[in-house]
Nanobody, 132 residues
Framework: QIQLHESGGESVQPGASLTLACITSGGTINNYHMGWFRRTPTTDLEFVASINYRGDTTFYGDSVKGRFTISRDNAKNTVYLQMTGLKLEDTSVYSC?????????????????????????WGLGTPVTVSS
């Protein structure tokens, strides 16, 4: 089974940009949909972004649309989350997750990717702190 390792989190000021990386080991990510979630003090896991295994479909949480971009490099077994215009409320621990693709030709709805229960493997997360 694959292991997920996030990196790139740090403390920044509002308006700053950061890029998080999720590197996998123990297997290739070619057959996995990938997602980013975050956990805040007042909520459970919040969907941030997802990218399908082909890399041609992405979805974003409402609070990050237009500011965050998810991408993947299957050759490097890495998924990225580019974050711009960071806000105080983006402070959280960001975790990446992998979902095994069992039906490569199926059409997956946005609600599918938003559901953390769909994901099979999780990293431990990397903390992002936005403060002035």
């Amino acid at each position: 089974q694959i292991q997920l390792h996030e990196s790139g989190g740090e403390s920044v000021q509002p308006g700053a940009s950061l890029t998080l990386a999720c590197i996998t080991s123990g297997g290739t990510i070619n057959n996995y949909h990938m997602g980013w979630f975050r956990r805040t003090p007042t909520t459970d896991l919040e969907f941030v972004a997802s990218i399908n295994y082909r890399g041609d479909t992405t979805f974003y949480g409402d609070s990050v649309k237009g500011r965050f971009t998810i991408s993947r490099d299957n050759a490097k077994n890495t998924v990225y989350l580019q974050m711009t215009g960071l806000k105080l409320e983006d402070t959280s621990v960001y975790s990446c997750a992998a979902d095994i693709v069992v039906a490569p030709n199926a059409r997956y709805s946005e609600s599918y990717f938003r559901n953390p229960a769909q994901y099979d493997y999780w990293g431990l997360g990397t903390p992002v702190t936005v403060s002035s």
